[in-house]
T-cell receptor
């Protein structure tokens, strides 16, 4: 079956530090890959996505590249801000259906 | 745009009672709604998918008689936890899929409902 594995948190960084949150997946075929962000008290929001190998999704300074050879979709940001503190979920959708398979989420805390 | 609300945001109920959770798409029509359950430090687990006007499709292992889903309109779906027990305590999240804000058929998530059964 499909599955998503992401690094455990919490990840604590100082403002302006470089961020990497690792995500690897197992899926049949060619899934679409997503990163969602959940700010405190709010619903999950789509942060970025990539639908085929070597695609790079980007939004709000965050980037992730679809690496089929390593089955990975790591999230990166060059300089984090306190406002980026949230829980980040990696997810995939495969087989042409609507079902999203999520990782366990990684909490990011950014401090001054 | 693309706002999904849930009500209530948290609820405490006694064992054996039933509780209803509402999910509404506020500014778009949701052709499909999804219900997820999230345990602490675990991923969201899809419980069921519902299309407006049809019966919900439940994931394997989810009791359809215990978790009743109604998708009566293009903007409202409800999840009723019947005869709740402490093991049903969890965070329930809905999402809605439809054409919203120019984004073609993304899933938009509600803020979740914390259910505690005593």
């Amino acid at each position: 079956g499909n599955s998503v594995t992401q690094m455990e948190g919490p990840v604590t960084l100082s403002e302006e530090a470089f961020l990497t949150i690792n995500c690897t997946y197992t899926a049949t075929g060619y899934p679409s890959l997503f990163w969602y962000v959940q700010y405190p008290g709010e619903g999950l929001q789509l942060l970025l996505k990539a639908t085929k190998a070597d695609d790079k999704g980007s939004n709000k300074g965050f980037e992730a590249t679809y690496r089929k050879e390593t089955t990975s979709f790591h999230l990166e940001k060059g300089s984090v801000q306190v406002s980026d503190s949230a829980v980040y979920f990696c997810a995939l959708k495969a087989g042409g259906g609507n079902k999203l398979t999520f990782g366990t989420g990684t909490q990011l805390k950014v401090e001054l | 745009g693309a706002v999904v609300s849930q009500h209530p945001s948290w609820v405490i109920c006694k064992s054996g009672t039933s509780v209803k959770i509402e999910c509404r798409s506020l500014d778009f029509q949701a052709t499909t709604m999804f219900w997820y359950r999230q345990f602490p430090k675990q991923s969201l687990m899809l419980m069921a998918t519902s299309n407006e006007g049809s019966k919900a499709t439940y994931e394997q292992g989810v009791e359809k008689d215990k978790f009743l889903i109604n998708h009566a309109s293009l903007t409202l779906s409800t999840l009723t936890v019947t005869s709740a027990h402490p093991e049903d305590s969890s965070f329930y999240i809905c999402s809605a899929r439809g054409l919203a804000g120019g984004s073609s058929y993304e899933q938009y998530f509600g803020p979740g409902t914390r259910l505690t059964v005593t």
